[in-house]
């Protein structure tokens, strides 16, 4: 397994690219709305992981709670998996409570399950599996 990215909320992406990119020298690589999670993202790699820069398109997103209630900052960890499937049911096993029960697509393609941090001592977690 490998940290696939760091998800970080911002009330606006342009602003954010203002550090990560222009000040901290990252390149943003991909730019995209995902309408099923009402956010607009943007992938800046980082090594061998990614910053995920996070940013609500309507006040009913869940980047919109989180900003309301804590304010921008790092949102979830997405650790990358060979098998998201057989990963959900090992943690379902195990007891964790999962935000996603069946896996779905999410940004650039790949399939993603959210772990609730409830399970996770406070740390949303993201689980990938990259597109074949
Ligand atoms: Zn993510």
């Known amino acids: 397994m490998k940290i696939d990215h760091i ?3 911002t009330s606006g992406i342009e602003q954010a690219l203002g ?3 222009d000040a901290l020298g990252l390149e943003n690589v991909h730019s995209e709305t995902v ?3 009402k956010v607009k993202v943007a992938m800046l790699p980082l090594g061998e992981t ?3 820069l996070l940013e609500p398109t309507s006040g009913d997103s ?3 709670k989180f900003l309301e209630k804590r304010g921008g900052g790092i949102h979830h960890i997405a650790v990358e998996v060979d098998d998201i499937h057989a990963a959900v049911v090992r943690l379902k096993a195990a007891g964790a409570r999962l935000i996603d029960e069946v896996p779905r697509t999410g940004a650039g393609g ?3 399950a959210f772990v609730h ?3 996770a001592n406070g740390v949303l977690l993201e689980l990938v599996q990259q597109k074949a």
Request: proline residues 10%.
């Open 35 to 37: 309408e099923d999670q």
């Open 7 to 9: 998800g970080i909320a």
């Open 50 to 52: 990614r910053i995920e």
């Open 117 to 119: 941090p409830s399970s």
């Open 110 to 112: 790949c399939l993603i």
């Open 62 to 64: 869940p980047i919109s």
């Open 19 to 21: 550090f990560w990119k």
